[in-house]
C-alpha cells in the first residue's frame, strides 16, 4: 500500500521560509505527478503546485509563483515545496498528493488525486 508522508511544516513569521517534504513509501508506487495542496481553516482545499515524475514539468498557483518551488528527488522518492517570502494567509495543512492520471487541468483538481498524506501544518504569524 503506497503511503505519503509530510514533514517540515511549523510556526513562521511573515517573510520567513519553510520547507515541506513528502515521502513516498510502498510498493507498486505509480504516479503521473505528485501535488501540494492547502486548506486553511473554514476554506476549501486548493491547489498550490504540482510536479511530474517523468520531465518534470511544474505549475504553480497564482498566488505562490515566485515564492514556492516545487521540486523531486526520484532516488529517495520524496516531492519538497520550498516556500519563501511566506504571507499569513500562506496559512493552513499542507497535503501532498499523488496522481495517475492527466488530462487538461486536471493537475489542478483534487479529485483526479487518488492517495494523499495526513497534512502538515504551516502557520505564518504577522
Known amino acids: 500500500q503506497v503511503q505519503l508522508v509530510e514533514s517540515g511544516g511549523g510556526l513562521v513569521q511573515a517573510g520567513g521560509s519553510l520547507r515541506l517534504s513528502c515521502v513516498v513509501s510502498g510498493r507498486a508506487f505509480s504516479s503521473y505527478a505528485m501535488g501540494w495542496f492547502r486548506q486553511a481553516p473554514g476554506k476549501e482545499r486548493e491547489f498550490v503546485a504540482t510536479i511530474t515524475w517523468r520531465d518534470v514539468r511544474t505549475y504553480y498557483a497564482d498566488s505562490v509563483k515566485g515564492r514556492f518551488t516545487i521540486s523531486r528527488d526520484n532516488a529517495k522518492n520524496t516531492v519538497y515545496l520550498q516556500m519563501n517570502s511566506l504571507k499569513p494567509e500562506d496559512t493552513g495543512v499542507y497535503y501532498c498528493?499523488?496522481?495517475?492520471?492527466?488530462?487538461?487541468?486536471?493537475?489542478?483538481?483534487?479529485?483526479?488525486?487518488?492517495?494523499w498524506g495526513q497534512g502538515t501544518q504551516v502557520t505564518v504569524s504577522s
Open positions: 498528493a499523488n496522481t495517475r492520471v492527466w488530462y487538461t487541468g486536471s493537475y489542478r483538481r483534487d479529485q483526479a488525486y487518488d492517495t
